[in-house]
Nanobody, 125 residues
Framework: QVQLVESGGGLVQTGGSLRLSCAAS????????MAWFRQAPGKEREFVGG????????YYTDSVKGRFTMSRDNAKNTVYLQMNSLKSEDTADYYC??????????????????WGKGTLVTVSS
């Protein structure tokens, strides 16, 4: 049974930082590209960033470029999302996702094989 378990969400002030983690089990982690999506209340789930199977390549949506950084540790079956300079518009549920897709890191929900249950990030002013 595949499980993706996010952690690290919480309440942070504008301009602050958080690091999200996603621990994977039940799958051959190194064979999957990993991604983070987010969903704000009343909005559709949107892609935040993706990282290749080796971790050598990353891709981010424009709104987080320069502020968010993804990394992964294949030995620990864990992917991370470092979020800096947080803004109120970053408030959302953040979801870890795994995709067997080989090419391209700009992923859509239809590309995802497995989802985590999400962790809430609230950025307050």
């Amino acid at each position: 049974q595949v499980q993706l378990v996010e952690s690290g969400g919480g309440l942070v002030q504008t301009g602050g930082s958080l690091r999200l983690s996603c621990a994977a089990s039940g799958l051959l982690f190194s064979m999957y590209s990993m991604a983070w999506f987010r969903q704000a209340p009343g909005k559709e789930r949107e892609f935040v960033g993706g990282i290749s199977r080796s971790g050598s390549s990353t891709y981010y949506t424009d709104s987080v470029k320069g502020r968010f950084t993804m990394s992964r540790d294949n030995a620990k079956n864990t992917v991370y999302l470092q979020m800096n300079s947080l803004k109120s518009e970053d408030t959302a549920d953040y979801y870890c996702a795994a995709s067997i897709r080989i090419s391209g890191l700009s992923l859509s929900p239809g590309d995802i094989n497995y989802w985590g249950k999400g962790t809430l990030v609230t950025v307050s002013s």
